[in-house]
T-cell receptor
Framework: EAQVTQNPRYLITVTGKKLTVTCSQN?????MSWYRQDPGLGLRQIYY???????DKGDVPEGYKVSRKEKRNFPLILESPSPNQTSLYFC???????????FGPGTRLTVL | RKEVEQDPGPFNVPEGATVAFNCTYS??????FFWYRQDCRKEPKLLMS???SGNEDGRFTAQLNRASQYISLLIRDSKLSDSATYLC??????????????FGKGTKLSVIP
């Protein structure tokens, strides 16, 4: 079954404590993205990756890092989380042939 | 002007009603258009693509008006299970960022018994 998985699904942490949200896909697609979703602001792209070792900033990259060392994984790193990063995060994989985007189940992050 | 705009709703409609949503986009060179559905606290999922000639999938009809730069989604015979947020998605013209989808903020639909 084609899947995009994210871990953890829920996380409560404190300001400044580094954290990583993992994203993994078994669909063999090159293009992956991270989004955050906030009430009234919709989905906003944080970073994207067009292939291994190729990443670029989206619309709201400040405070985040990503890496793409292998095709299937695209972790999102918050080096020093702050309360304004409390949000619902989605990893997504794009099928570039059909331009369809498949989302992971989401990670609800709370930074105290 | 925002890139993709949708009426946030909520649209509260009775079962069996017909409801339509519009979505306007600002980039006239946009090439691909989609409607996604998002249930509460869940991930968005593709509902249907929007083709220039318009397309239909059961009770759902999507249309594109390039001259006026909007897409629409029509739902006929609404079911309780149609209650969700509907996101309009636009992909710009080809180029380095051509796979960067731009999402509208969504229109919330509640179908009432």
């Amino acid at each position: 079954e084609a899947q995009v998985t994210q871990n953890p699904r829920y996380l409560i942490t404190v300001t400044g404590k580094k954290l990583t949200v993992t994203c993994s896909q078994n669909m063999n697609h090159e293009y992956m993205s991270w989004y955050r979703q906030d009430p009234g602001l919709g989905l906003r792209q944080i970073y994207y990756s067009m292939n291994v070792e190729v990443t670029d900033k989206g619309d709201v990259p400040e405070g985040y890092k990503v890496s793409r060392k292998e095709k299937r994984n695209f972790p999102l790193i918050l080096e020093s989380p702050s309360p304004n990063q409390t949000s619902l995060y989605f990893c997504a994989v794009t099928d570039r042939l059909y331009n369809e985007q498949f989302f992971g189940p989401g990670t609800r992050l709370t930074v105290l | 002007r925002k890139e993709v705009e949708q009426d946030p709703g909520p649209f509260n409609v009775p079962e069996g009603a017909t409801v339509a949503f519009n979505c306007t986009y600002s980039n006239s060179a946009s090439q691909s258009f989609f409607w996604y559905r998002q249930d509460c606290r869940k991930e968005p999922k593709l509902l249907m693509s929007v083709y220039s000639s318009g397309n239909e999938d059961g009770r759902f009809t999507a249309q594109l008006n390039r001259a006026s730069q909007y897409i629409s989604l029509l739902i006929r015979d609404s079911k309780l299970s149609d209650s969700a947020t509907y996101l309009c998605v636009v992909i710009p013209a080809s180029g380095a960022g051509s796979y960067q989808l731009t999402f509208g903020k969504g229109t919330k639909l509640s179908v009432i018994p």
